[in-house]
């Protein structure tokens, strides 16, 4: 079974750009969600889909994040503009519906906004 | 206060050592108690996880929950130089789907051979 993958694994951006991350959950995970990590800080929550469908977007930090799963495969996160504090690694993660879940983690995106 | 205290170390070791990691937290509400393993340039891995409070084992790795301390270890016996890696303790209130779990710094591991 194939993991969590994320593309790009990095990305270097200047300030007032746009970036794009992408997310393929494993198959048949419903559940999708994004992660951060800025330098020195801990790994925190950004938003929850079922499927398609947000569930909880009360990590995002601003409206400048934007996320979407359209056809609730897999998911793209959108950062425009960006801002320097925007740096950090970005983490998806999937997990199936029902029961106890394991959240599983993909490698990650490294962002760095000059 | 943050939610989840984790001591970032780094923490050297050399091989065949007992390694104890910890955690300490404040939100009671916490019920699920989960250890992730990072290597470098990679994504959390689920270790362990344990409910409520007691111990768990699995192989050289041993959790523990203290509730009425809010306290939480992972030990590592034998540990080894594959053990190398950022231990993150991660917690949550449920274990249903979509909840978002909230994590320590993590603990970054050294063990030499």
């Known amino acids: 079974e194939a993991g969590v993958t994320q593309f790009p694994s990095h990305s270097v951006i200047e300030k007032g750009q746009t970036v794009t991350l992408r997310c393929d959950p494993i198959?048949?995970?419903?559940?999708l969600y994004w992660y951060r990590r800025v330098m020195g800080k801990e790994i925190k929550f950004l938003l929850h889909?079922?499927?398609?469908?947000?569930?909880?977007e009360s990590g995002m930090p601003n409206n400048r994040f934007l996320a979407e799963r359209t056809g609730g495969t897999y998911s793209t996160l959108k950062v425009q503009p960006a801002e320097l504090e925007d740096s950090g690694v970005y983490f998806c993660?999937?997990?199936?519906?029902?029961?106890?879940?394991?959240?599983?983690f993909g490698p990650g995106t490294r962002l760095l906004v000059l | 206060q943050k939610e989840v205290e984790q001591d970032p170390g780094p923490l050297s070791v050399p091989e065949g050592a007992i390694v104890s990691l910890n955690c300490t937290y404040s939100n009671s509400a916490f019920q699920y108690f989960m250890w992730y393993r990072q290597y470098s340039r990679k994504g959390p891995e689920l270790l362990m996880y344990?409910?409520?409070?007691g111990n768990k084992e699995d192989g050289r790795f041993t959790a523990q929950v203290d509730k009425s301390s809010k306290y939480i270890s992972l030990f590592i016996r034998d540990s080894q130089p594959s053990d190398s890696a950022t231990y993150l303790c991660a917690m949550s209130a449920t274990r249903q789907a979509g909840t978002a779990l909230i994590f320590g710094k993590g603990t970054t591991l050294s063990v030499s051979s």
């Open positions: 889909f079922v499927k398609e469908s947000k569930q909880d």
């Open positions: 344990t409910y409520s409070s």
């Open positions: 198959s048949g995970h419903d559940n």
């Open positions: 993660a999937s997990s199936r519906i029902g029961g106890r879940e394991t959240q599983y």
